[in-house]
């Protein structure tokens, strides 16, 4: 994925960046747009001495894509340099991680849809 494309998923997307940054606050209703929450939630998951809740995961995301995101994280989002111990590793930045992969497999997605529909499967 090219910088630009990775650029524009995330900057398209502060707000959303931000708002798990500053409260962190688990919400069921919140859970579906944020699937990093709705995993926390499932798993519960408790949050750590600083309020944050440490994730393994990051997709598909290579070491070279995880520090580069985490770059762009800290450049971008208000704060975050101030507060990388809630955000790196953690929820924020694990919905970075899904912004991009979805972004980079949109097209993966559509096809998957279009086939299950094709046989008949809920789409």
Not at 40 to 60: E, L, N, T
Not at 102 to 113: C, I, L, P, S, W
Request: net charge positive; glycine share 6%; charged share 20%.
């Amino acid at each position: 994925m090219t910088t630009q494309v990775q650029y524009f998923c995330l900057s398209s997307n502060i707000a959303a960046l931000q708002r798990l940054l500053d409260s962190p606050n688990l919400n069921q209703d919140e859970a579906e747009r944020y699937p990093v929450m709705d995993f926390i939630i499932r798993s519960k998951k408790k949050p750590d001495g600083v309020g944050a809740y440490s994730i393994p995961f990051c997709g598909d995301i290579s070491s070279r894509e995880y520090a580069k995101i985490a770059r762009w994280f800290s450049d971008n989002i208000p704060g975050a340099p101030s507060q990388v111990q809630k955000w790196l590793g953690g929820m924020p930045l694990v919905h970075a991680f899904t912004l991009v992969v979805a972004h980079r497999k949109a097209g993966e997605f559509k096809n998957a849809r279009k086939l299950r529909t094709r046989n008949g499967m809920i789409a």
